[in-house]
């Protein structure tokens, strides 16, 4: 099962919004709404920050949100912070005969 | 609060074996299924292992299967990883990870174990 393909770095200001995207196949991302987001901090553990993929967990911030088209999902926030600087990761279920997940390379997000 | 605590990593040469722990506390342990993730230095994270509940299914990725096994005992609220055959490119803090019934994703984490297999 190949990784899911997610841009090495994205940026932006304090207020700004942006997204990183996350590519699968029919077989993983496609098949599924089984997409999660996570947030990891250096030296960090990894945090739940979206699900299925549009909820977010009780406490996450409503500047998260999820959405998907096809094989792509995608996670934005807006109103950037500062504390929002952070590795974010994709994961899809990709599950059927092999019941398996796959994560992300992973997007390093910059608040410049 | 949920608590998961991780234990058991170490240095260990090329060919050898080590026995991961994950200590649960703060949830009823024997309704969740429960997974190890791993994560390579500077690398993003890899799912290694999922068991349900019951223990009645366990799954394994391709990379570690046939030679790590995953258990857990809800007595004693642990979730455990036997590592054998270990490569240098099992080198990775390894994290518990629970998942919630009926579910896909992981809710909360340990703050994870550093395996080092180097000789």
């Known amino acids: 099962q190949s990784a899911l393909t997610q841009p090495a770095s994205v940026s932006g200001s304090p207020g700004q919004s942006i997204t990183i995207s996350c590519t699968g196949t029919?077989?993983?991302?496609?098949?599924?709404?089984?997409v999660s987001w996570y947030q990891q901090h250096p030296g960090k553990a990894p945090k739940l920050m979206v699900y299925e993929g549009d909820k977010r967990p009780s406490g996450v911030s409503n500047r998260f949100s999820g959405s998907k088209s096809g094989n792509t999902a995608s996670l934005t926030i807006s109103g950037l912070q500062a504390e929002d600087e952070a590795d974010y990761y994709c994961?899809?279920?990709?599950?059927?005969?092999?019941?398996?997940?796959?994560f992300g390379g992973g997007t390093k997000l910059t608040v410049l | 609060e949920v608590q998961l605590v991780e234990s058991g990593g170490g240095l260990v040469q090329p060919g050898g074996s080590l026995r991961l722990s994950c200590a649960a506390s703060g949830f009823t342990f024997s309704s969740y299924g429960m997974n190890w993730v791993r994560q390579a230095p500077g690398k993003g994270l890899e799912w290694v292992s999922y068991i349900s509940s019951s223990s009645s299914a366990v799954y394994y990725a391709d990379s570690v299967k046939g030679r790590f096994t995953i258990s857990r005992d809800n007595a004693k609220n642990s979730l455990y990883l036997h590592m054998s055959s270990l490569r240098d490119e099992d080198t990775a803090v390894y994290y518990c990870?629970?998942?919630?019934?009926?579910?896909?994703?992981?809710?909360?984490w340990g703050q994870g174990t550093l395996v080092t297999v180097s000789s």
């Open positions: 990870a629970r998942e919630p019934p009926r579910d896909y994703h992981f809710d909360s």
């Open positions: 029919s077989s993983d991302v496609g098949s599924y709404n089984l």
């Open positions: 994961c899809s279920y990709a599950g059927g005969r092999t019941f398996n997940w796959v």
